[in-house]
């Protein structure tokens, strides 16, 4: 089965602060992609970051950045310098080939 | 900066009854997607389209599900007769090719089953 797995439905973080929300997935694939993608609330998902499961080196976007595990099934978002704008749920998501396998969401607040 | 446009944003229907939501997505896009949402849990896929047919669905997405791309922009989701656990954030996707590239996300419709 292929699942994903966020194990903290809440986070929170002080502004201009850092924070990592967790991720795992289940997989018998070797190729394959992974994302986090952000849902302000009311809107739509848009893409924070990508990884290629080929590449070793881990994706960097701004104040975003991931620590991919291979072995361990791990993929984990970093947000450094945290802004009000961060707050949101964030969602972990897998794709082998076609179609998104997404986990439950973290969702992200930030204290003034 | 062009996007996936989705209406209605909110649709309220009576068990029993049929629904069509509408996708508008990005235009040189060549594939697309439906996916839900129930509240407070996870996105899930539905279907995939590509080249006028589906090329991957969902164990969710069955007989009482049906996608369509009409004409050259819109693509709808049709649910045959809705039931109440049907009551979730339904999203639409595209894609301009079927690779790792990032698939664009409409705002969603949100449909309410009674």
């Known amino acids: 089965a292929q699942t994903v797995t966020q194990s903290q439905p809440e986070m929170s973080v002080q502004e201009a602060e850092t924070v990592t929300l967790s991720c795992t997935y289940d997989?018998?694939?070797?190729?394959?992609?992974l994302f986090w993608y952000k849902q302000p609330p009311s809107r739509q998902m848009i893409l924070v970051i990508r990884?290629?499961?080929?590449?070793?080196q881990n994706a960097t976007e701004n104040r975003f950045s991931v620590n991919f595990q291979k072995a361990a099934k791990s993929f984990s978002l970093k947000i450094s310098d945290s802004q009000l704008g961060d707050a949101a749920m964030y969602f972990c998501?897998?794709?082998?080939?076609?179609?998104?396998?997404f986990g439950t969401g973290t969702s992200l607040t930030v204290i003034p | 900066e062009p996007e996936v446009t989705q209406t209605p944003s909110h649709q309220v229907t009576q068990m029993g009854q049929e629904v069509i939501l509408r996708c508008v997505p990005i235009?040189?896009?060549?594939?697309f997607y439906w996916y839900r949402q129930i509240l407070g849990q996870k996105v899930e896929f539905l279907v995939s389209?590509?080249?006028?047919?589906?090329?991957?669905k969902s164990e969710i997405f069955d007989d009482q599900f049906s996608v369509e791309r009409p004409d050259g922009s819109n693509f709808t989701l049709k649910i045959r007769s809705t039931k109440l656990e049907d009551s979730a954030m339904y999203f639409c996707?595209?894609?301009?090719?079927?690779?790792?590239?990032?698939?664009?996300f409409g705002p969603g419709t949100r449909l309410t089953v009674t």
């Open positions: 990884q290629e499961a080929y590449k070793q």
């Open positions: 998501a897998y794709r082998p080939r076609n179609q998104f396998y």
């Open positions: 997989t018998s694939e070797s190729d394959y992609y």
């Open positions: 235009s040189n896009h060549l594939y």
């Open positions: 996707a595209s894609e301009v090719d079927g690779s790792s590239y990032e698939q664009y």
């Open positions: 389209f590509y080249n006028n047919e589906i090329s991957e």
